[in-house]
């Protein structure tokens, strides 16, 4: 350990070994000041940092082809060349290069071949906060960015320089301004600046933003499917609160729960999900209710039903080890899923017989069974008022058939179906567990944590049935 003076004069020496300032035996002041030092510390290096990657990119810039400084060292572009050297991301060597653009460096006229137009005055005034160590070249580029405003169209001289001079005064602003500030408070502050300098740029920002949404689905090798996208403001307002509102209960938030349906079988459901799990259930959760109460606006009438084809040999199978072995495939996708999952698609949506022939060859097509109608699911729904173990609303849920999906001959009665929402629906077919009814109430059997089994009551959560129970 050093002491921090010693270790800033060394830090230029590159001859002597990396070490860590002492920071044990200094006084909370000192502490504080060595944290603020440092950071100057690392502006002036990043600055410094900057105006090398400037250079760097100068001199692999395009006209060179094969002779840029790039080319010659096996990389397509300065970023490339930069990132390499600093180990950092491509991202970054951009924002490097983008803020040795700023900095107040000798011209380059010559070299170029043609003079450079002067630097706007309040670009110059953030070059000039960076070359000093005032702010870093994040906070910069932050500035930058957010404070970008178009010029105004058909603006006499005398407006246009008020307008310039109006850019350059905030932006001098900002850097006053940006060392008590986070990153996050400096780009809503610069936004708000822009706002105010360019009310009338405001729609066709909006606008910009707009454009720039999109999402991607990208089909992966290893059988699962990467969503990419970006959301606009209006977007984001829309999407974000719905997975703030499930998730927030992980983040300190309100948890909303019946007093009654945690007295019921709160302790059954250990929800091990990860927050961002839980944000991914909700969002297909949401995209299969939405394509299920479609109006025909969106999908016409040519709403996806997800179709699971499995083997009755593989249904019927017996456990192994207590694993159901076999596989099932969801229509058009080649990877397969577990018994398990099947086994939920055909309690929840019904199964259609399709009986083949030795060679292949279908020979017959049965009729649908074990399906709930419309009717029947507005039944559970009051019955149940929600899934039966746990808070979700009977929307979000789907009809569980108690039997064994070949227990009953193609009679689908009301008294065989409990609700239970998607995770705690595929929590009862992973863990085998049974529901089982008795008279007018159903019970779920599940092992414990020790192994043990346990017959839990699975109280209805309908306020309405307590109504009526209570009234009767
Ligand atoms: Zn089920
Ligand atoms: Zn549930």
């Known amino acids: ?117 002067p630097r706007p005055r309040w670009l110059a005034t953030l070059g000039e906060a960076v070359a000093t160590a005032a702010i870093s070249a994040d906070a910069a580029d932050l500035i930058r960015s957010r404070l970008a405003t178009t010029e105004p169209v058909g603006a006499a001289p005398e407006q246009r320089e008020a307008w310039l001079l109006a850019l350059a005064e905030a932006a001098a602003r900002l850097v006053t301004d940006a060392p008590g500030l986070t990153l996050e408070q400096l780009a809503a502050r610069a936004a708000a600046a822009r706002d105010t300098l360019d009310l009338a740029g405001i729609a066709a920002r909006e606008r910009a933003l707009h454009d720039q949404r999109y999402l991607r689905v990208t089909k992966l090798a290893d059988g699962m499917t990467r969503l990419t996208g970006l959301l606009d403001p209006e977007s984001a307002a829309i999407v974000v609160p719905i997975l703030d509102t499930v998730t927030s209960p992980r983040r300190g938030g309100p948890r909303f729960v019946q007093p009654a349906a945690v007295a019921g079988a709160d302790e059954i459901v250990r929800d091990e999900r990860t927050t961002e799990q839980l944000a991914l259930d909700t969002f297909v959760e949401l995209i299969r209710i939405g394509a299920r109460v479609d109006d025909g606006r969106l999908l016409g009438n040519r709403t996806p039903s997800v179709r699971v084809l499995v083997t009755k040999r593989d249904l019927d199978a017996a456990p192994v080890d207590g694993e159901r072995i076999g596989a099932a495939y969801f229509e058009g996708h080649d990877d397969a899923v577990s018994i398990a999952t099947a086994e939920r698609y055909i309690c929840a949506s019904g199964a259609i017989p399709i009986l083949f022939d030795g060679d292949g060859r279908v020979l017959d097509l049965g009729r649908e069974q074990r399906l709930f109608s419309e009717k029947q699911r507005v039944a559970l729904a009051a019955r149940d008022g929600g899934c039966l173990m746990c808070d979700r609303p009977p929307s979000c849920c789907e009809a569980h058939h108690i039997d064994h999906w070949d227990e009953h001959h193609g009679r689908t009665d009301v008294d065989a179906g409990v609700l239970l929402c998607r995770f705690c629906h595929l929590l009862v077919h992973n863990r085998r567990w049974r529901i089982r009814r008795e008279g007018a109430d159903y019970r779920l059997e599940h092992t414990d944590a020790n192994g043990v089994l346990r017959s839990t009551p699975l109280p209805s959560r309908s306020r309405a049935r307590d109504r009526l129970l209570a009234t009767a």
């Open 1 to 117: 350990m050093t002491p921090l003076a010693d270790f800033l004069a060394s830090l230029g020496d590159l001859s002597a070994p990396p070490a860590l300032p002492e920071t044990r035996a200094l006084r909370d002041d000192e502490l504080l000041e060595s944290q603020r030092v440092l950071a100057e510390v690392q502006r002036r290096v990043s600055a410094a940092t900057a105006a090398i990657a400037g250079e760097i990119s100068f001199r692999s810039r395009r006209e060179l082809g094969h002779d840029g400084l790039a080319a010659q060292n096996g990389e397509r572009s300065a970023e490339g060349l930069i990132s390499r050297l600093t180990g950092g991301s491509t991202r970054d060597a951009r924002t490097l290069v983008r803020t040795a653009e700023l900095l107040p460096l000798p011209p380059r006229a010559e070299a170029a071949g043609e003079p450079e137009p």
